[in-house]
């Protein structure tokens, strides 16, 4: 089967620091992306930064960074100077034109 | 862009009964996905069209769901005879062609089965 595994479940971080959350995967395909969503509660999931992965640069996008290990089948998401609105559930996923999630990291803001 | 709409946003229901949940995406992607997901997981395929033909089905997608996309538009999913375990939050999804094109998620449809 092909998975995706967020160890994870709850991440904590003070406001104006950074957090990392960590994400594997298991797959045999060679060419496919990897999304990172962010679903705040009661809201709809939004895309937070995409890697394709026959690119070996990390995304970025803004204060949000991925650290790709095509090797390893890793995939990590660094989101730096945290801001309260950055309180959400964040998943990870893999896929071409269907994506597997991960069961999601909650991440929780403090003031 | 008014974005991906979805209705009803909530479905209560006692089993046994038949239900429907509708999809619009947003007006140019020919691509339509459902997904579904329950409480503390994240969400799972079930199906996807490309404009009109529905191209793929997940196996968790039993003989009581069918999903229609007529004319390449609004979609609807349909699940006959709910069960108790059919209780989620049911995502649709759009996007442009291509693998690398990102997803675009709805609000969701939450079904409760009395």
Redesign the interface.
């Known amino acids: 089967a092909q998975t ?1 595994t967020q160890s994870q479940p709850e991440m904590s971080v003070q406001e104006a620091e950074t957090v990392t959350l960590s994400c594997t995967y298991d797959t045999s395909e060679s060419d ?2 990897l ?1 990172w ?1 962010k679903q705040p509660p009661s ?5 937070v930064i ?1 890697q ?1 992965a026959y690119k070996q640069q990390n995304a970025t996008e803004n204060r949000f960074s991925v650290n790709f290990q095509k090797a390893a089948k890793s995939f990590s998401l660094k989101i730096s100077d945290s801001q309260l609105g950055d309180a959400a559930m964040y ?1 990870c ?1 893999w ?10 990291t909650t991440v929780t803001v403090r003031a | 862009d008014t974005g991906v709409s979805q209705n009803p946003r909530h479905k209560i229901t006692k089993r046994g009964q038949n239900v429907t949940f509708r999809c619009d995406p947003i007006s140019e992607h020919n691509r339509l996905y459902w997904y579904r997901q329950t409480l503390g997981q994240g969400p799972e395929f079930l199906t996807y069209f490309q404009n009109e033909a529905q191209l793929e089905k997940s196996r968790l997608l039993s003989d009581r769901f069918s999903a229609e996309r007529p004319k390449g538009s609004f979609s609807t999913l349909e699940i006959q005879r709910t069960e108790q375990g059919d209780s989620a939050m049911y995502l649709c999804a759009s996007s442009e062609g291509g693998g690398n094109q990102p997803q675009h998620f709805g609000d969701g449809t939450r079904l409760s089965i009395l």
């Open positions: 995706v496919y992306y999304f969503y809201r709809q999931m939004i895309l995409r394709e998943f996923a896929g071409d034109y269907k994506l597997s999630f991960g069961a999601g």
